[in-house]
């Protein structure tokens, strides 16, 4: 762990000092030094457009992926529990995960016109359609051993869900979540560049057509980390949870 | 104590749209006492382990009936425990809590559940490894934790289905002892399904040796050495060494009668 911790910092650093002089050598907009992003990037933070745009996004993020992650979640456990509700809806499941999402936002604006509801539609829809399979996944994948030892020891249905179901088939819905996250902030990239130009996707746009190119690659750096950040949560709540999956793998 | 009368079960095997009906068992008849050990030995797919479900209340018959002092089995009860050939451990929950789970089923409160749970814990020689999980230990250890967690909810009769084929010889043969031991401790009533006469002869008092698809009895034997038996001294003793190959005469006409 300390070691992989190490060469990631390297690898980083290593990035960065090629960016820099890249940059200076070209000395062309194209291609930034990474000094100039810095600054570009520290004035964007310094008068509060970086903040008050990351906020807005992230309020999208979190309101879109949360429904996603609860809808998902109770979406895939009734169709990886009942085999009706699975024919029922397996296949609109299968087509939504492969179309591509974004042939969806004129429908969504649509629907739910040009304000944040249609925003949080976007993420929500990027996100939802892996949870759910994850989820259904890894419910039926339960060693039915363990629910005839259950059953065999006393367990009603709600005990059976709740004390094996669930706990068996949690590191299949975690990684739904984890890849769900990925999507998500995909999704809400999207949104605000293609419905309505809002939060870092809108600065995205502004600096992209202005040939701003130093606080362009500032917000893309921005969106970056949160990206990475959000990860490190997920993957922390899927240690919390599922750590006893992650010993049998390493072992 | 244990009443099984007349039980047939057939199962339906579908293989590509083509449905058949594979009989598992037919008119299966058995009485077992109590604090009786029972062994039961046969071919692989002779319907044992459908038998112990269906002992058990997993499953139902197609016919016949199960009946406990009298009492004709539908459902799973507080007065069986099943252990199981893969253990079937919950691979989140530590040892203890693993033992715990059934008693939580029964509605125990907390502490007496861990008191119970560690003292059956003790029983089986596991203490130091309470808060382990299941894929940190043997799997001789593991079907140590299987089998307090049976004896936990203190049932009168105890099903083992093959609990000792997913282990080495070594370990199989330290786990028989230790279950004799505990079996005359604890008085239980013990239907065993084994593979291995020698296993069967050494644990019981009766082994019942069935015929192949679709499962019946085809004999039932008693094990005619003194208790408590020593691994070593009955293994040489002649009635073991003659019973042992009786079985087998046995189990071979029961199989090629079948063909």
């Not at chain 1, 999402?101 to 429908?107: E, K, L, N, Q, S």
């Given at each position: 762990m300390n070691s992989r911790f190490g060469t990631n910092v390297i690898s980083i650093l290593s990035l960065a000092v090629l960016w820099e002089v890249t940059g200076r050598i070209m000395d062309s907009t194209l291609i930034p030094p990474l000094s100039r992003i810095g600054a570009a990037w520290w004035k964007l933070l310094a008068s509060g457009k970086l903040a008050a745009n990351l906020t807005l996004s992230l309020t999208t993020l979190a309101a879109g992926f949360f429904l996603a992650v609860a809808i998902g979640i109770i979406i895939g456990l009734l169709m990886g529990r009942f085999r009706a509700v699975e024919h029922f809806?397996?296949?609109?499941?299968?087509?939504?995960?492969?179309?591509?999402?974004?042939?969806?936002?004129?429908?969504?604006?649509?629907?739910?016109?040009?304000?944040?509801?249609?925003?949080?539609?976007?993420?929500?829809?990027?996100?939802?359609?892996?949870?759910?399979?994850?989820?259904?996944?890894?419910?039926?994948?339960?060693?039915?051993?363990?629910?005839?030892?259950?059953?065999?020891?006393?367990?009603?249905?709600?005990?059976?869900?709740?004390k094996i179901i669930l706990p068996a088939a949690m590191p299949a819905i975690m990684a739904g979540v984890r890849l769900g996250m990925g999507r998500a902030v995909k999704g809400m990239v999207t949104a605000e560049m293609l419905l309505t130009l809002t939060g870092i996707g809108a600065m995205i746009m502004q600096y992209g057509s202005s040939f701003a190119t130093d606080s362009l690659f500032a917000v893309i750096l921005t969106i970056l980390i949160i990206a990475m950040i959000t990860m490190q949560a997920v993957q922390w709540l899927d240690r919390r949870l599922t750590g006893w999956k992650a010993e049998i793998a390493i072992e | 104590m244990v009443e099984i009368r007349g039980v047939s079960k057939s199962f339906q095997k579908t293989v590509k749209d083509n449905t058949t009906e594979v009989k598992a068992l037919t008119d299966v008849n058995l009485s077992v006492r109590a604090n009786e050990f029972v062994s039961i030995i046969g071919p692989s797919g002779c319907g044992k382990t459908t038998l112990l479900k269906i002992i058990d209340g997993l499953i139902p018959c197609d016919s016949g009936q199960i009946s406990i002092n009298g009492k004709q089995v539908t459902t799973p009860g507080p007065d069986r425990a099943v252990v199981f050939q893969t253990f079937a451990l919950l691979p989140w929950r530590t040892v203890l809590a693993n033992v715990e789970f059934s008693l939580?089923?029964?509605?125990?409160?907390?502490?007496?559940?861990?008191?119970?749970?560690?003292?059956?814990?003790?029983?089986?020689?596991?203490?130091?490894?309470?808060?382990?999980?299941?894929?940190?230990?043997?799997?001789?250890?593991?079907?140590?934790?299987?089998?307090?967690?049976?004896?936990?909810?203190?049932?009168?009769?105890?099903?083992?289905?093959?609990?000792?084929?997913?282990?080495?010889?070594?370990?199989?043969?330290?786990?028989?002892?230790?279950?004799?031991e505990l079996w005359q401790r604890e008085r239980k009533t013990v239907i065993f399904i084994t593979h291995s006469m020698d296993e069967a002869v050494y644990l019981s008092d009766r082994v019942v040796v069935m015929t192949p698809r679709p499962g019946q009895v085809a004999e039932v034997l008693d094990v005619p050495l003194a208790r408590p038996r020593i691994a070593d001294e009955v293994r040489r003793d002649p009635k073991f060494v003659e019973l042992t190959n009786y079985i087998w005469g046995s189990l071979k006409k029961a199989m090629e009668n079948h063909h």
């Open positions: 809806l397996d296949l609109y499941v299968n087509v939504l995960m492969s179309a591509p999402t974004t042939a969806f936002v004129p429908v969504l604006i649509m629907w739910f016109g040009l304000g944040v509801e249609s925003r949080i539609a976007v993420v929500f829809l990027f996100a939802v359609f892996v949870i759910i399979i994850n989820t259904m996944t890894g419910v039926k994948q339960v060693d039915s051993v363990l629910v005839e030892m259950a059953r065999s020891f006393g367990a009603k249905e709600k005990e059976i869900f709740f | 939580e089923l029964r509605q125990l409160p907390k502490e007496e559940r861990a008191r119970t749970a560690r003292d059956y814990l003790k029983r089986v020689g596991l203490t130091d490894f309470e808060n382990h999980y299941p894929h940190e230990l043997s799997g001789g250890m593991q079907q140590r934790a299987g089998l307090a967690r049976a004896l936990a909810v203190n049932p009168m009769i105890l099903l083992m289905d093959e609990p000792f084929g997913a282990v080495d010889a070594q370990t199989r043969q330290l786990l028989q002892e230790e279950l004799l």
